[in-house]
């Protein structure tokens, strides 16, 4: 064949562009979907954060007789739970709820920090997506008292 009929030749041209356009193509579908999972473990994780929060303020709180010395190990139970599935409870880890009673009203706010490592899953977008395979989150909660109970506390 010559070079005029070989430069003229126009077939396997789409399977040619395919290819060319599959790869960018497929690694913007895998980053999409990591994005799309890193978006749902935020929520989440914000909403367990809120169910540490509300844990702390019952917990913590000055108003509760007797329920002043709670522990952050309870209220990280309470973001576990919240967490739900087994499924988010492996995704996340190094875990840490921190809760911090402050002032002499008492029913005064309960700050809850919480923060966590989510392990990025989909097997090529983590490579782009997510710097080391994980994304660090950190949220703090700040909410009144406003009265609750824990554990039917006497006075309450």
């Known amino acids: 064949m010559g070079t005029r009929k070989f430069l003229k030749a ?20 895998w980053c999409f979907t990591q994005v799309a999972h890193m978006y749902t473990a ?46 988010w409870n492996n995704t996340f880890s190094n875990t840490s709820v921190k809760s911090n009673y402050a002032g002499g009203d008492p029913f005064g706010p309960v700050t809850t920090t919480v923060s966590a490592r989510y392990k990025c899953d989909v097997p090529v977008g983590k490579r782009v997506v997510c710097t080391g395979g994980f ?9 009144p008292h406003q009265g609750a109970c824990y554990n039917n506390a006497p006075g309450c």
């Not at 367990?48 to 702390?56: S, Y």
């Not at 019952?58 to 499924?87: C, M, R």
């Not at 994304?135 to 909410?143: I, P, R, Y």
């Open 10 to 29: 126009t077939r396997g041209a789409a399977a040619v562009e395919f290819v060319v356009a599959w790869f960018p193509l497929h690694l913007a579908f």
């Open 42 to 87: 935020h929520l989440v994780f914000n909403h367990a954060a809120l169910a540490a929060g509300r844990a702390a303020i019952v917990i913590k709180s000055k108003a509760n007789p007797g329920t002043g010395n709670g522990t952050d190990s309870e209220i990280e139970q309470a973001f576990h739970k919240a967490l739900g599935a087994t499924t």
């Open 135 to 143: 994304v660090k989150m950190k949220l703090v909660v700040k909410l």
